[in-house]
């Protein structure tokens, strides 16, 4: 017979069905009563460590830190969780989970003088690939982990050896698998562990407490432990995670690559608040980079603190029922302002930094009158070639805008632009356009914009007819609304069914608990009208209006000259409650690749929905149709038809413990306005040869535009600061040291390809081999590069 080690735990959860204000109150009487139950029991450890909850006791209660930090020091209160906290593994980048480790690590550090050895991951909705290889690479080597449960992730032990895609291995362990979590029988949950504990390869691991809105273990649970120990001729031990672990012998039973939990409602709802975490993480990586660059060009100080102000509060609102949208309707007012807290910080971060240095540019408009200058920067790590939008204000600086437009780069070479609507609506006092411009990586280049008095035409031809765009001919059914068909020049082919709307019955909770995946498909949309609201020769726009019950939809098909993409941009007034919106795309491909946080994931087909990153690519092996989207975070597949989820309609924090009530009135998510953008690119190839991760980048993360006045400078008119020549590598970040100012990059391989990536950083070359699927976290002290761990040390 194995033995019982029983961890004294608090599943908290921050926010859920409740705001952070009444969780903070709440979570100051459950410490207060583990600290007691520590006086009164001299065997009773307690688990727990969650570093934002541990800074409201801080805040509130110094004494009980205190008091918290004295426990710890003895061994009897264990820091169980070296994250920054509990969170949706999916929807974030990768970069958000290493932040994770970095931030809750260096807080555990700072205030109890160590390092956690453990992720208690145990409520999040599924757990991404490169989960393992972040533990490994900060100093973590234990997890544990709930979901999938096992009616969704058959594993034969609980106890099993956790590989990354990389290779990184950590011991995990699945709880609730042979004994239920937070049950307050006590005999009862030992008698069900018996049942497996006289055949199982390990021992097992208990998680009792009170559960969910905070409670420590009771002093009933403490007490029928001691007497269930002298009972049983086998050991029922007070333990700590970490004692766990450290008990057990190697696991029999490896589990390989990602764990995706089969309740998955939490990968579509509330779209918003998937979208604005986005938005953040990206404003918070720019904001890092803009940064390093001033520092390095103007002497600028780093604004340490607050980009890590920055991170705190995009790290708080990942809490896996906040991002996964399974949170009351109430707590987003809270985590929509603190992701626009972080975003708004950010941003103005980055402008001080970038406009402190677009100043001191040569602009290639210095001697011309009634001309502006754009200065535009690019933060990616790769060249940045596409569509450039600018607008400029010609009142009163300049006489008023009576038509054409060019815009040139300092070498004088010309840039056709297309003069497309402005923001406004007062004639002759700004312009707004588009060119087809490129910019170096991670750095800017200038362009000079004057008007030429031509005539401006923005709807040149308002019939719609076949669009040829050099690279598509694409035909629309007028009767329908939809591309008819579409045939690739590069690849030969045709496409049909192009992101199709479709509408699904769903009737499920928030989660989608006991279902595996949406109801019946409903009735198509009902096409309102179609035409054609920008036709110049860069790009062709198609506005289609459609109407499902009391819902209207309206799609923006914009094509490029001689780009193998084009966009679709959608706007939803939607007004309808227990159905799901998608769109649906028939590629005529089979083989799904879908982008996965720092890494990528090849699936089969599902039924319910899955989580996907920025972007996801099917293909044949000789050409390929890859989706990126801003704004999409699930999917279903089904042979070559792929359909992305726009949003469902379900009720805010709906359990389903009971039958709904028919008068009353529940808040449905997803009511009113949502919106989006697809880019749709046709390719030969793999997505890797065709670079879609940097794609996804600049479409997500588009080049900045300053528009700067006539004047010389001390700096080149375009200059790149950093590049990567690599095969399927890209650069996550860009960062001051959290200790001193050396610099940090971090480099993470997507595609499982083994290669040499050099690094060009501020006039430095650097050659840096890097395995597949690998993460490297690299310290630049002068012309000296090492790898450190991602907690920097």
Avoid at 52 to 67: G, K, L, S, T
Avoid at 189 to 197: F, G, T, Y
Avoid at 411 to 433: A, D, H, M, N, W
Wanted: charged share 25%; aromatic share 12%.
């Amino acid at each position: 017979m194995k033995n019982i080690y029983m961890i004294g735990n608090t599943h908290f959860d921050p926010v859920w069905l409740w705001k952070w204000d009444e969780a903070m109150a709440s979570i100051h009487s459950t410490f207060r009563s583990a600290l007691d139950r520590m006086k009164e029991d001299k065997d009773f450890i307690y688990s727990f460590a969650t570093p934002p909850v541990f800074e409201w006791i801080r805040q509130v209660d110094p004494d009980m830190f205190a008091e918290i930090t004295e426990r710890v020091r003895e061994g009897r209160w264990e820091l169980c969780e070296g994250w920054y906290l509990q969170p949706d593994c999916y929807t974030g980048t990768g970069e958000s989970y290493v932040r994770h480790s970095l931030y809750g690590q260096r807080y555990l550090m700072e205030n109890f003088g160590k390092y956690s050895d453990t992720v208690f991951n145990i409520d999040s909705f599924g757990h991404n690939s490169i989960t393992p290889q972040i533990l490994q690479k900060s100093h973590m080597q234990y997890y544990c982990m709930c979901r999938p449960e096992i009616y969704h992730y058959d594993i034969p032990s609980p106890y099993f050896a956790w590989k990354g895609k990389d290779g990184s291995t950590v011991r995990a362990f699945r709880a609730g698998q042979f004994s239920e979590i937070y049950n307050k029988d006590m005999a009862k949950n030992v008698e069900k562990a018996e049942e497996h504990l006289g055949t199982s390869d390990c021992d097992e691991l208990m998680v009792y407490g009170v559960t969910n809105h905070g409670g420590a273990p009771t002093k009933k649970a403490i007490a029928d432990i001691h007497l269930l120990n002298d009972e049983k001729d086998y050991d029922i031990r007070f333990s700590t995670v970490t004692g766990y672990f450290e008990a057990q012998d190697e696991p029999k039973v490896t589990v390989e690559g990602e764990m995706i939990t089969g309740d998955f409602g939490v990968y579509t709802n509330n779209h918003e608040i998937k979208k604005r975490n986005r938005i953040a993480e990206y404003a918070v990586l720019n904001a890092e980079k803009a940064s390093v660059i001033a520092g390095k060009l103007m002497s600028r100080p780093y604004p340490k603190a607050k980009l890590k102000g920055c991170w705190e509060d995009v790290l708080f609102n990942q809490f896996h029922d906040i991002l996964g949208g399974a949170s009351i309707k109430q707590a987003y007012f809270d985590a929509y302002n603190g992701q626009g807290r972080a975003i708004q910080t950010a941003d103005e971060i980055t402008h001080f930094a970038l406009q402190s240095i677009t100043h001191q540019i040569r602009m290639p408009g210095r001697n011309p009158d009634n001309a502006w200058n754009l200065v535009v920067w690019n933060l990616n790590d790769q060249p940045y070639a596409g569509p450039i939008e600018g607008e400029v204000q010609w009142l009163h600086e300049f006489p008023a805008y009576t038509g054409g437009m060019v815009v040139k780069d300092e070498t004088g070479k010309v840039y056709p632009c297309q003069i497309i609507l402005e923001r406004s609506v007062i004639e002759g006092f700004r312009t707004r356009f588009v060119f087809d411009g490129d910019v170096p990586a991670m750095g800017y280049k200038s362009f000079i914009v004057y008007q030429t008095g031509e005539e401006a035409v923005v709807v040149a031809d308002e019939e719609l007819k076949t669009i040829d765009t050099g690279a598509f001919v694409v035909d629309f059914n007028k009767d329908t609304g939809f591309i008819d068909s579409i045939r690739s020049r590069k690849t030969g082919k045709t496409f049909e069914n192009i992101l199709i709307p479709e509408c699904f019955a769903d009737e499920a909770d928030t989660w989608c608990f006991k279902t595996t995946g949406y109801g019946c498909r409903l009735e198509d949309f009902r096409p309102e009208s179609i035409a054609v609201t920008e036709n110049g020769h860069y790009r062709t726009t198609v506005k289609a209006v459609h109407t499902f019950r009391k819902s209207r939809l309206t799609l923006y098909y914009t094509f490029y000259n001689d780009k193998d993409y084009f966009d679709v941009k959608y706007i939803v007034n939607w007004n309808e409650k227990h159905t799901v919106l998608k769109l649906t795309f028939h590629t005529g491909c089979s083989e799904l690749i879908v982008a996965s946080p720092g890494s990528t994931e090849s699936r089969g087909d599902c039924t319910a929905d899955k989580p996907m990153g920025e972007w996801l690519s099917m293909q044949d092996g000789t050409c390929g149709v890859s989706l990126i989207a801003d704004s999409l975070f699930s999917y279903n597949k089904m042979d070559d038809s792929v359909s992305l989820s726009v949003l469902r309609s379900c009720i805010y924090g709906d359990l389903r413990l009971c039958d709904l009530n028919p008068k009353a009135d529940y808040p449905y998510m997803e009511q009113g306005i949502t919106e989006g953008g697809v880019r749709v690119m046709i390719h030969t190839g793999d997505f890797a040869e065709n670079r879609i991760p940097a794609l996804a980048a600049s479409f997500n993360n588009p080049p900045l535009v300053i528009c700067e006045a006539n004047h010389d400078g001390i700096f080149a008119a375009e200059h790149s600061f950093m590049g990567l020549e690599c095969e399927s590598v890209y650069v996550g970040a860009v960062k001051e040291c959290e200790d001193d100012d050396s610099l940090i990059v971090r480099l993470y391989e997507f595609a499982g390809r083994e290669q040499t990536a050099i690094l060009h950083f501020f006039g430095r070359v650097m050659e840096i081999p890097v395995k597949p699927y690998e993460i490297r976290t690299i310290r630049i002290r002068g012309n000296v590069w090492e790898e450190v761990h991602m907690t920097e040390d």
